[in-house]
């Protein structure tokens, strides 16, 4: 199973560009890097995926290096309503049931200010 | 209303006493997710289903039960609730798949176990 590691927290400023680094060493073939935001009292939500290289979104950029070892959340010019905990999810799922491969990281809060 | 629901949103209950968190999802998706979050470990999953009658075990199963006799339900039992159970329980849905999914997540269930 692929154990994801974040930073605990970040601190950064309305307007900046925030990069937050999930290293997950033992990523297997099949797994997909995925980003989830949770604000206070409610589920996560779905932020962005990929699985080599870039990905680009409306909301955010995802790098991922060749060995996959690693991948970046990149957020262009934050705003105050960008503070929340962001996690980052390794793994994919077969169809027709198997083993848990679903590992979620501890997440990484972000705390923007004016 | 569409989306994804949990209940009931909070719920204290005494150990030893048998507990059932309902989950239900209005948009037919295949997979449906249970997850436990507590601070210090971020989301766990506890078991998922891939299909109406499929499920399977997640990272921490033990003194849960799951059932999928419907697509949009799949309630979550503790069959003798510890202390250890006190979390928050998010439900979660999604197309599914090999590649490329998106969880949904419900607003979670808030448990007490005293």
């Known amino acids: 199973l692929a154990k994801t590691t974040q930073p605990i927290s970040m601190d950064s400023y309305e307007g900046q560009e925030v990069n937050i680094t999930c290293s997950h060493n033992?990523?297997?073939?099949?797994?997909?890097i995925t980003w989830y935001q949770q604000f206070p009292s409610q589920g996560p939500r779905f932020i962005i995926q990929?699985?080599?290289t870039k990905v680009t979104n409306e909301v955010a950029s995802l790098f991922i290096p060749a060995d996959r070892k690693s991948s970046t959340l990149s957020l262009p010019r934050v705003s105050l309503s960008d503070t929340a905990v962001y996690y980052c999810?390794?793994?994919?799922?077969?169809?027709?049931?198997?083993?848990?491969?679903?590992?979620f990281g501890t997440g990484t809060l972000l705390a923007v200010q004016p | 209303d569409a989306g994804i629901t949990q209940s009931p949103r909070y719920k204290i209950t005494e150990t030893g006493r048998q507990v059932t968190l309902m989950c239900h999802q209005t948009?037919?998706?295949?997979?449906m997710f249970w997850y436990r979050q507590d601070l210090g470990h971020g989301l766990r999953l506890i078991y998922y289903?891939?299909?109406?009658?499929?499920?399977d075990k997640g990272e921490v199963p033990d003194g849960y039960v799951v059932s999928r006799s419907k697509t949009e339900n799949f309630p979550l039992t503790l069959e003798s609730a510890t202390r250890s159970q006190t979390s928050v329980y998010f439900c979660?849905?999604?197309?599914?798949?090999?590649?490329?999914?998106?969880?949904?997540f419900g607003p979670g269930t808030r448990l007490t176990v005293t």
């Open positions: 979660a849905s999604s197309e599914g798949g090999a590649v490329d999914y998106e969880q949904y």
């Open positions: 033992n990523i297997a073939t099949n797994d997909y």
């Open positions: 990929g699985y080599k």
């Open positions: 999810l390794v793994g994919y799922l077969p169809y027709g049931g198997a083993t848990n491969k679903l590992i």
């Open positions: 948009w037919s998706h295949s997979y």
């Open positions: 289903s891939a299909a109406a009658d499929i499920t």
